[in-house]
């Protein structure tokens, strides 16, 4: 279902990721539950630099597929424990994600702290 685009998922995928697009700013992006970087595989393509983690190393796998030549930093990392330092990027993106963790804050938090002031 994650690369499902049909019926409503046309219109989601649609304004989510050209959303993302004209939001993104600075150069350095990070994609949080990256899956199958449908938000982030255009910004990398667009030139940004973009790293992306994921708990599954299939969705990892599948993203990198997609991706083909596109350079991506991808790795197997926990959204509660971004394995980043901080200050490390312009711009987070995280799709479909938040609602798995009913502790948004603190999850919040942690992204935070790898964006950059102003990010």
């Known amino acids: 279902r994650m690369v499902e685009?049909?019926?409503t998922n046309v219109l989601k995928n649609l304004l989510e990721t050209r959303l993302v697009k004209r939001l993104a700013l600075g150069r350095d992006v990070l994609d949080v539950g990256i899956g199958t970087g449908r938000a982030s595989i255009p910004l990398a393509r667009a030139g940004f630099n973009v790293s992306g983690i994921d708990s599954s190393q299939a969705m990892l796998d599948e993203t990198q597929r997609l991706a083909g030549n596109i350079p991506m930093n991808l790795q197997v990392g926990d959204v509660q424990a971004v394995p980043h330092p901080d200050?490390?990027?312009?711009?987070l993106v995280s799709l479909n994600v938040m609602v798995h963790f009913p502790h948004?804050?603190?999850?919040?938090q942690e992204w935070k702290r790898v964006l950059r002031p102003g990010g």
């Open 5 to 7: 685009n049909t019926g």
């Open 87 to 91: 200050a490390s990027f312009d711009f």
């Open 104 to 108: 948004w804050q603190t999850v919040l």
